[in-house]
């Protein structure tokens, strides 16, 4: 007998078979119109291998359970519903039990306290219909205070296991925090886990900043600032928080900065006169080019993966599109053609999409496309939907939705690639601009 597992795998075009996790045969995986049926698993409370480790065993499961649900592919079966008990990391495995409440996956750990604050973490998981255990069982350590990324790193492996892509529990987002009256909006830097959690704030509120952008490894922040009163964009060292301006000479407004894929180069706008273009600088050096040289506003530019190709939202047309250009700048081909403006295109990490802000017909959308604008598909509406930003897997896309009317808010959202999925990330106070950083 097949066990068939609804993952979702791509965008419905792109369906693909993962690993196998069948008892008589290999997963298949089945999309109908969209609709994915999660993955039954089990997580029982690892195993508390020393008297100091109790407390942290229900918490470790619970994180994981949390991570993996989240995601929209993974089904938690309730620990009532438990015929067996794990009491030890080390006892055979109850199969038929696990099977009988109709668990695919079974998730079992164990946690130990040493000396220092220092905990040792080590799990398994099984394929419940072929009783057998997926991979080898693998162990992190960290200290006590950095047990909600241990819980992440476990996850991310439990999630490649199953479905043979690279997690995203284990990573940081830079956003923009904001608080205060419409009319009166503080806006800082802050720096959050992926779900929201351990937030800690980068910059002051006396001074506007947009815009946030982690370096390919996440230990800068380029974003723009008014300190100064007009935009210029700064880079922040996340481990010192220390910021410096990049100048980009005679007191031109900068801004929309992005890093290239290898950290060394900056592409941002330039405003000179009634012209906005595109401009490249050397971290290193401070030396600049100019990419783009035309009438009209050329910004929010984006790296390829490769950073071979820039893509970019420009008014050139008569109206707000998105064209892609080599990196080292020339001639430029247009690639949205559907009704309405574009805008804030981002390139996904697998290199196959690109992310992006649409406005048609009275609503804001966040959408993707093939690379040469095949293939749209608009994944959300509201009232203000924008800026998108990629997890390191390139599976799901973070951004901005703002309520309408005078108190109205932004906040941050999450949406998976197929459009499912949809859900808000509770931050302390408002939030906007995302940028995902990479894994840790």
Known sequence: MNVLVSLLSGLLALIATLPAFAQDGPLRIEITEGVVEPLPYAVPDFVAETPGAAQFAAELSQIIAQDLTGSGLFRELPKAAHISRITSFSSPIQFADWKAINAQALITGAVRAEAGG???????VYDVFAGTELGKGLQFAGNVDGIRRMAHKVADAVYSRITGETGYFDSRVVYVSESGPKNDRKKRLAIMDYDGANVQFLTGSDAIVLAPRFSPNGDRVL???YESGFPQIFVLDVGSVRSRVLRAGDGSMSFAPRFSPDGQTVIFSLTRGANTDIYAMEVASGQMRRLTDGPGIDTAPSFSPRGDQIVFESDRSGSQQLYIMPATGGAAQRIS????????PVWSPRGDLIAFTKQAAGRFHIGVMRTDGSE???????????????????????FTRETQGATGSASLYTVDISGRNLKRVRTPNGGSDPSWGPLQ
Do not use: C, Q
């Open 337 to 344: 053609f559907g009704k309405g403006r574009y805008g804030t």
């Open 376 to 398: 749209e598909r608009l994944l959300t509406a509201s009232f203000l939907d924008e800026g998108p930003t990629w997890a390191p897997n390139g599976r799901v896309i973070m």
């Open 223 to 225: 974003y723009t600032s």
């Open 118 to 124: 220092r905990l040792v973490v080590k799990f398994r």
